[in-house]
Nanobody, 126 residues
Framework: QVQLVESGGGLVQVGGSLRLSCAAS????????MAWFRQAPGKEREFVAA????????HYADFVKGRFTISRDKAKSTVDLQMNSLTPEDTAVYYC???????????????????WGQGTQVTVSS
């Protein structure tokens, strides 16, 4: 069974940090581009960050540049999202996603990703 399982969410104060992790299993994800998306209440799911298969190329949404860092450990089949300087606007459910069709292209649309996790809640309190 193909699975992406997110962890690391929680409640944090403004200016704080969280590290999200996504563990992949059920197939080989090491050749997939991976990404994080998020969805706030009443809003569409939006792109946050992506990383290519080798981990040497990344892409970020403008609203997280300089604050969030995506990384991957191919040996462990994990993808992490380090989030710093959090604001209440970062409150959302964060989802991990895998693009099984491409290794290099870093998509920003939901339909470019084939597998999804169930999400982990991040709440930033003021």
């Amino acid at each position: 069974q193909v699975q992406l399982v997110e962890s690391g969410g929680g409640l944090v104060q403004v200016g704080g940090s969280l590290r999200l992790s996504c563990a992949a299993s059920g197939r080989t994800f090491s050749n997939d581009a991976m990404a994080w998306f998020r969805q706030a209440p009443g809003k569409e799911r939006e792109f946050v960050a992506a990383i290519n298969w080798s981990g040497d190329n990344t892409h970020y949404a403008d609203f997280v540049k300089g604050r969030f860092t995506i990384s991957r450990d191919k040996a462990k089949s994990t993808v992490d999202l380090q989030m710093n300087s959090l604001t209440p606007e970062d409150t959302a459910v964060y989802y991990c996603a895998s693009d099984a069709r491409r290794r290099v292209w870093l998509g920003v649309r939901r339909d470019e990703y084939d597998y999804w996790g169930q999400g982990t809640q991040v709440t930033v309190s003021s």
